[in-house]
């Protein structure tokens, strides 16, 4: 499907195409200057949702870098999220005595993340930090640090560059809102 127009299911662009790369640049420069003496970073990007994110910040890096994926599932009761997640696939290099920035496209209850900072402060990183393209603290249920934010948003249901619906839009190059009737 080409996106060279809205599709009818998107309320509205939210955040365009510019400003999304203006932030992922400035982003990139502020982690390539907090990691400039260090030469063994590691991303690690949340599947499925942060890959075109993961994928503009690692090329606007200035700096040397590793890139890996980790999968997740959260469960969910009816609306009510439980809190309950799982492996789906791990990263394919140890974290031990590395610099890890795990980059996520969302910050929804902060379930997800929590769960994967526990499991890779177990496993003893030389570092630990976060990189979160959108944050919705109206919805947070458990606070989890974010080192570098992109953007904090209303609870509205966002899609586009890596964010989905049903696995839709997720490569709309822009962020846009999808229509409450679509989903409700």
């Not at 502020?30 to 994110?53: M, P, Q, T």
């Not at 696939?89 to 920035?101: F, P």
């Not at 990183?125 to 934010?149: G, N």
Request: glycine share 4%; aromatic share 10%.
């Amino acid at each position: 499907m080409a996106y060279r127009e809205i599709p009818a299911e998107i309320e509205r662009v939210f955040l365009d195409e510019e400003t999304i790369a203006a932030q992922v640049r400035r982003l990139a420069a502020r982690i390539s200057e907090d990691y400039a003496e260090i030469d063994n970073l590691i991303l690690v990007g949340v599947l499925k949702g942060a890959f075109i994110f993961l994928s503009d910040l690692s090329r606007n890096l200035t700096i040397p870098h590793e890139v890996d994926f980790i999968a997740l599932s959260s469960y969910n009761k009816g609306v009510v999220n439980t809190g309950a997640v799982r492996f789906i696939m791990d990263t394919r290099s140890s974290v031990t005595d590395r610099n890890v920035l795990v980059v996520e496209d969302i910050l929804d209850t902060g379930y997800t993340l929590d769960y994967l900072l526990r499991a890779f402060q177990a496993r003893n990183p030389a570092s630990l930090r976060t990189c979160v393209f959108i944050s919705k603290p109206d919805r947070h249920q458990v606070k989890v640090p974010i080192d570098y934010l992109g953007f904090e948003t209303p609870d509205e249901w966002l899609v586009g560059y890596g964010l989905d619906y049903a696995d839709r839009f997720r490569t709309l190059p822009y962020i846009g809102i999808l229509k409450r009737e679509v989903y409700a």
